[in-house]
């Protein structure tokens, strides 16, 4: 089963600052990674797949990079709605597709 | 509205049974592979079972094996979980999912594109 790290578990960012989110495969996953928001009480919300590619009406400021075992998930620009937690998940190798345990990104 | 709609959820004792149904709407449901996904209290997310678009196809995470099954009604919209022998480690939201992979795809991409809202599940005595 491949393992998914997320780093760092909290990130205290300012609206309009930049936020880097890192997350880590045990192996590789080639490029086989998605990203997810998700605010508490609400869906989750595909981000990225394919490691770097936006899903339908996500905003250009989201945006993915990465393959093999390293991933990172960039906001360039954060606004009051971005605040939630981050989820990557690997789907190289399934079942079972595995999350990170999540990135919070709270207003600092 | 593209969505889906969980529900079911509630309390149960330890080695209880519990039926989550997940109803889709604004989409041919018949199409996609289907999952269920779940979120234990402070922790991350955890797949937990999918099924191909026909029903002829079902995988399920080892933990829940032999005690889960996932099925659907195509015709109703309707996706369900059978969740059987309950362990309070089964304790979450459980959400359902839409796998990217529609018309076409006969194994799931993994990813997913549509979710609900969730149905909270507790397992306690």
């Known amino acids: 089963e491949r393992v998914m790290t997320q780093s760092p578990a909290t990130l205290s960012v300012s609206p309009g600052e930049r936020a880097t989110l890192s997350c880590r495969a045990s192996?590789?996953?080639?490029?086989?990674l998605a990203w997810y928001q998700h605010k508490s009480g609400q869906a989750p919300r595909l981000l990225i797949y394919?490691?770097?590619t936006r899903a339908t009406g996500i905003p250009a400021r989201f945006s993915g990079s990465g393959s093999g075992t390293e991933f990172t998930l960039t906001i360039s620009s954060l606004q009051s709605e971005d605040f939630a937690v981050y989820y990557c998940?690997?789907?190289?190798?399934?079942?079972?597709?595995?999350f990170g345990q999540g990135t919070k990104v709270e207003i600092k | 509205e593209v969505q889906l709609v969980e529900s079911g959820g509630g309390l149960v004792q330890p080695g209880g049974s519990l039926r989550l149904s997940c109803a889709a709407s604004?989409?041919?449901?018949?199409?996609?592979?289907m999952t269920w996904v779940r979120q234990a209290p402070g922790m991350g997310l955890e797949w937990v079972a999918n099924?191909?678009?026909?029903?002829?196809?079902?995988y399920y995470v080892d933990s829940v094996k032999g005690r889960f099954s996932i099925s659907r009604d195509n015709a109703k919209n309707s996706l369900f979980l059978q969740m059987n022998s309950l362990r309070p480690e089964d304790t979450a939201v459980y959400y359902c999912?839409?796998?990217?992979?529609?018309?076409?795809?006969?194994?799931?991409?993994?990813?997913?594109?549509?979710w609900g809202r969730g149905t909270p599940v507790t397992v306690s005595s």
């Open positions: 604004g989409f041919t449901f018949s199409n996609y592979w």
């Open positions: 998940q690997q789907y190289d190798n399934w079942p079972p597709g595995t």
């Open positions: 192996q590789s996953i080639s490029s086989n």
């Open positions: 999912a839409r796998d990217k992979a529609g018309s076409g795809w006969i194994t799931p991409l993994g990813y997913f594109d549509l």
């Open positions: 394919g490691a770097s």
């Open positions: 099924i191909k678009q026909d029903g002829s196809g079902k």
